[in-house]
């Protein structure tokens, strides 16, 4: 086992793996209390989530969806709601699996923005983007983009009393393979802890279809790219990652760059630095 294992699990909070579907089932209502409580303690009404088409947000959702009903049910109040939006840059390759997110989710309201005009208004405002090589543009802009994300669920949020959720988990968050102050941004993150593999677990408990439990993960910011697989920008594979944080034995190469990328994205997971 590589040293620094157990200390980086333990600083992420890593669930241990789900002794059957009893287990799975103890974490989901644990996580639905969760968010419940996030709710009652800052008195908003409104959750608010971005639905991609990817297994982390339709996991995110069903749950959300989950609290929100179960809470209505339980009298505390008809005005808890799930709002979930789609938030295409222009068409997304991937729409009809956004669709069967949303169908399975079946939020109480969704909602759609589309971020292109946003995007490219911040960008072309800047006057930053035309030096660069067409990879480093569309690198960038694909970090812009996810910060418009994070822009219009904050202003719906504003808007209704919302929440906003993010879907961090335990493999994205020791790669640090998120946007800083963009999909990292958000005032909940109910995934926390979890491996790639729990997060499916999860999702197929709560009725997400096969198609979405086993969709190649894509942050799907490039547009030189559509669809570009999160391994390959991590340079290894969610399996080795969540072998890491189990504490199971794992190459030293892959263990190597776990850990640098871990080191090198702190700054990601913590406040901003101060005097
Ligand atoms: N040492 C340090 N101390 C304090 N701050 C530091 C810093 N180094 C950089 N920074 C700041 O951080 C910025 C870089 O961080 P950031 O802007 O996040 O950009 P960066 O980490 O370079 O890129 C984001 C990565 O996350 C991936 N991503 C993004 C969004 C969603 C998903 C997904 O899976 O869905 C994945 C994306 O594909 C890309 O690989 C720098 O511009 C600088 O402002
Ligand atoms: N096109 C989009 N529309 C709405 N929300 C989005 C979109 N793209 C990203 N998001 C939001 O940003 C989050 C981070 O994206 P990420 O790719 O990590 O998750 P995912 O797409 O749900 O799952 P996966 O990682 O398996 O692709 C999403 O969970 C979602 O909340
Ligand atoms: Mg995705």
Redesign the pocket.
């Known amino acids: 086992m590589h040293s620094r294992q157990l200390e980086i699990a333990a600083a992420l909070k890593i669930c241990p793996p789900f002794d059957g579907k009893g287990a799975i089932q103890a974490e989901i209502d644990h996580r639905v209390r969760f968010i419940q409580q996030c709710l009652r303690d800052s008195g908003m009404k409104t959750l608010v989530?971005?639905?991609?088409?990817?297994?982390?947000?339709?996991t995110?959702g069903l749950l959300a969806q989950k609290a929100v009903e179960a809470m209505r049910a339980a009298g505390e109040g008809d005005d808890y709601r799930f709002l979930a939006?789609?938030?295409?840059?222009d068409v997304?390759h991937d729409e009809e699996e956004?669709q069967l997110a949303i169908d399975t989710i079946k939020p109480d309201e969704c909602h759609t923005v589309n971020i292109k005009a946003a995007v490219q208004a911040v960008a072309a405002a800047t006057g930053e983007l035309e030096g660069l090589t067409p990879a480093m543009r569309d690198f960038v802009l694909g970090n812009t983009k996810?910060r418009v994300?994070m822009v219009a669920q904050y202003t719906i949020a504003n808007a209704r009393q919302g929440l906003v959720?993010?879907?961090d988990h335990g493999a994205?968050a020791v790669m640090g393979?998120?946007t800083k102050f963009g999909?990292g941004a958000c005032d909940l993150t109910p995934l926390t802890g979890l491996v790639?593999d729990q997060v499916r677990q999860l999702g197929a408990a709560l009725g997400a279809p096969e198609s979405l439990v086993h969709?190649v993960?894509?942050?799907?910011l490039e547009e030189l790219h559509p669809g570009k697989p999160?391994e390959l920008a991590h340079g290894v594979t969610y399996r080795d990652i969540d072998a890491f944080l189990l504490g199971h034995e794992v190459d030293d190469e892959v263990a190597g760059i776990i850990v640098q990328t871990y080191d090198k994205t702190a700054h990601k997971r913590a406040l901003p630095r101060e005097p």
């Open positions: 989530l971005g639905i991609s088409g990817g297994i982390d947000s339709t995110t939006v789609r938030l295409p840059y997304q956004a996810a994300r959720i993010g879907t994205e393979f998120f999909d790639k969709k993960p894509t942050a799907d999160d």
